[in-house]
């Protein structure tokens, strides 16, 4: 079954050329179905890029699934058209009343900024209590999922020695979980972040499911509310830790190349993904269990 995305959003030709059904409001308006309604808050400066990627992951399941868009109404973008955003976003104001069967919500560049100084950090603490209320399962990534263990578990976060910037290796800790059926023991995992979540502060109602040593804890499963957090990236495309490291090049950064990513190490040669089916494995397990689980009635979410 398809995705339905904004008509005319640019991500629908880069889905459609990669074999990703994609259809337009007209269509879905016409099958006789309960589509389950996802929604992205997406916090990144590249929109489009990070709509693609999200997408291109939702798109894949045999489920039909409306996207909803979605930014916060507390900030001007700089990296996107205002015009763009109003084509093809809803602010939170405009979705607040809605309910959602699931919902993503992103990282963020601001990992160097408390979470209090961020600027729209209030709508934060609305759309993060807003979730407990009118959505059926979130999952919050990287910065956003820092923020979410900081909210919800008062988890404490601290930055690292030095980022850690690669596709690492990384171990299935938790126990059976139906988020990660069919997953390898030991997936590579694309990572960028400053800072790490100390264990200490994590919690009995959390439990990590996927680990590393060195690099620190990276999902974990939410046993007091309906919510996973994933603390990498996943959705990354094979280009996303390449292109940050050449814009850190250009920009005079001392950064050194992602590990694990260029073949044999050579920055001249085009990165391979090597995370693409866990990608999909961890989408598809959580939209089927959102599918499984979700009320049929779109309205009964959040009553218990």
């Not at 700089?78 to 992103?106: A, P, Q």
């Not at 040669?269 to 999909?280: K, L, M």
Request: aromatic letters at 10%; glycine letters at 6%.
């Amino acid at each position: 079954m398809p995705i339905r995305i904004p008509d005319h959003l640019p991500a629908a030709k880069t889905l459609q050329s990669e074999g990703v059904m994609v259809m337009d409001s007209s269509r879905a308006a016409r099958q006789d179905i309960r589509p389950l309604q996802i929604g992205l808050l997406n916090l990144m400066p590249n929109k489009e890029r990070t709509e693609t990627q999200f997408a291109r992951l939702i798109g894949a399941t045999p489920l039909q699934v409306d996207l909803t868009l979605v930014r916060v109404s507390d900030h001007k973008s700089k990296n996107t058209s205002e015009e763009y955003l109003k084509s093809f976003y809803s602010t939170w104001e405009e979705v607040r009343e809605k309910k959602f069967d699931g919902f993503i919500v992103t990282g963020a560049p601001v990992a160097n900024m408390p979470f209090e100084e961020v600027k729209y950090w209030s709508e934060m603490l609305e759309i993060m209590d807003w979730t407990q209320t009118n959505v059926h399962h979130t999952m919050f990534i990287c910065w956003g999922a820092q923020a979410a263990l900081h909210h919800f578990h008062g988890a404490k976060r601290y930055r690292m020695p030095k980022k850690a910037f690669g596709v690492f290796r990384h171990q299935l800790v938790g126990p059976q979980t139906p988020w990660l059926h069919g997953f390898s023991d030991s997936p590579m995992i694309p990572v960028s972040r400053y800072n790490d979540i100390d264990r200490t502060s994590l919690g009995e109602n959390l439990e990590v499911l996927i680990d590393n040593d060195d690099i620190g804890v990276c999902m974990l499963e939410d046993k007091a509310r309906p919510a996973l957090y994933m603390l990498n990236h996943l959705e990354y495309d094979n280009r996303s830790l390449a292109d940050e490291y050449e814009r850190d090049v250009k920009a005079g950064l001392d950064t050194a190349p992602p590990v694990n990513l260029f073949p044999n190490g050579d920055t001249t040669v085009e990165p391979e993904n090597r995370w693409r089916s866990h990608a999909h494995l961890l989408f598809q397990n959580w939209i089927n269990e959102i599918y499984q689980t979700t009320p049929y009635e779109l309205e009964k979410i959040g009553l218990g």
